[in-house]
Every structure is written in C-alpha cells, then in structure tokens.
C-alpha cells in the first residue's frame, strides 16, 4: 500500500462530488464521521462503485459484541481500508475483525492510536496517559498487532519507531499532512517527504488540498511529493 488518501471532510455527497470532479485524477479518498453520518453506507457503495478506493475512518470505539456488529455492516461496503479505536481494548478489536471477516476477506483493518492534533501535554494531563507520545503509540501499536489489525494511524514521528518494532508490512497511515506551517488543528504534523522517508504506508490530506484554490494543483503537487509519480498511488 502506497497510497495518499484524500480526505472528504465536507458536508454531503454533492460536496464530495464536485471537489473529486475538480481532480483530473481518481484519488484514493477517505470518508470520515462527518459524510458518513449524513450521507450513510450507500454513498460509500456508489464511491467504490465509481472504482475510487475508500478508506472509511470511522473510528470505532465500543463494547466488543457492538464493534463486532458494526463492523460486519461496514464489511459489506467493499472499503479497502477501516478503523477502530486501539482504546478500545485487544478483545474490542479482535471482535472487530472478527466481524469484518464474517463477511469479508479483503477489507484492512487498522487502529487509531494518539490522534495527531494531541501533543504531549494534552497527552499527560488530560488523558492521563504516561510515558510521553512515542511510547504511548508503540504501546497501542503493539496491542493492535497482537489483536490481528493490520496497522495503525499515527503521525509521522511515531511511523519509524512503529515499523523498527513491528516490520515494514505492518501499516502506519499518517494523517497531519502540511507543506508548510500552517497547521489548522493538527499538532504533530510532517511533510509527505518526511512521511517517505520514515516508511510510513499511506498518508492522509485534507484541507491542504480540499480548501486550495486549485484543488487539483494542490493534489498533484502533494501526491508528487509523497510518491514521485502517479503511477505509485495504486
Ligand atoms: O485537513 P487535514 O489534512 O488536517 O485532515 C486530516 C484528516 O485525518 C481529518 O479527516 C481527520 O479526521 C483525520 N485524522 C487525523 N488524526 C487521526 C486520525 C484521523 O487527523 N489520528
């Protein structure tokens, strides 16, 4: 996987359809809590209908048996990438994939571990979580690979540290994107040629190129950024 997911973070389907038609490309997208809840499964059906492959960030975050129930729904969108909440516990998560593989073999399941707009401070005291960042998301790396996930969200500062521990298969998708330094909400945010080079899986972008001018001018020049070619985001 090598892919730059761009993220749909607008209202409705309408929206998202207008943005993917300013992009001369088919990008990769990601549907996030935002489009899902007002839009629902069957506009990421028409998505992967139109052959755009998604990655649906819902981040689950439940009981056991209710990860594994949503997760059997979200099974059967066809997405080729997904995620829960490492937080949730390894018996929330291996329930998750369980359910996932009732219904499908193909779909990627990855954990979200310390959001990127969360520095250290936050970390410490408010959710009162110890160690500092890098050791907090190894730590729930390590949980998600010992339920069975496929890889986790992280920033890029946490990626090498990441794939040291658990090889290079397993998959780190990093959003916190930025060319230069404006970082809207995000805290702990790289360049795609950093996220390259620390031999991260997939990055995520939004408002850099959802709220450019030129939408598809601010896709090619990330997507060449983090790939080189296009040819490299298949
Ligand atoms: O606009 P921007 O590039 O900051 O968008 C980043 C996207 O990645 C948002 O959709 C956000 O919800 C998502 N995300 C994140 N940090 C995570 C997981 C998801 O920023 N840990």
């Known amino acids: 996987m090598h892919r730059l997911y761009l993220a749909l973070d607008v209202e409705t389907a309408e929206e998202a359809f207008r943005l993917l038609r300013r ?9 996030g809590m935002e489009l899902f809840y007002h839009e629902g499964g069957q506009f990421v059906e028409r998505l992967v209908g139109e052959g755009y492959p998604v990655f649906l960030d819902v981040k689950v975050h439940d009981i056991p048996e209710t990860a594994r129930r949503t997760l059997r729904q979200i099974g059967r969108l066809g997405v080729e990438l997904t995620n829960v909440h490492t937080l949730g516990g390894e018996t929330m998560m291996r329930y ?9 073999e193909t779909t990627r399941l990855i954990g979200v571990t310390q959001l990127t707009s969360t520095d250290e401070r936050m970390l410490a005291e408010e959710l009162h979580i110890e160690g500092g960042l890098e050791r907090a998301v190894l730590r729930q790396a390590l949980s998600a690979e010992r339920a069975g996930l496929d890889g986790v969200v992280a920033s890029v500062h ?56 030129d939408p598809n001018a601010a896709y090619t020049y ?10 490299t985001n298949r």
């Open 23 to 31: 992009i001369e490309a088919k990008p990769a997208v990601k549907v």
């Open 96 to 104: 998750a994939l369980d359910g996932l593989r009732d219904v499908n």
């Open 158 to 213: 946490e990626a090498r540290a990441i794939h040291q521990a658990l090889g290079s298969q397993f998959l780190t998708v990093t959003p916190g994107i930025r060319m230069n330094e404006t970082t809207d909400d995000q805290v702990r945010v790289a360049t795609p040629k950093a996220a390259r080079e620390a031999g991260v899986s997939a990055i995520v972008v939004g408002r850099p190129i959802t709220r450019a001018e």
């Open 222 to 231: 990330y997507l060449q950024e983090w790939s080189r070619t296009y040819e």
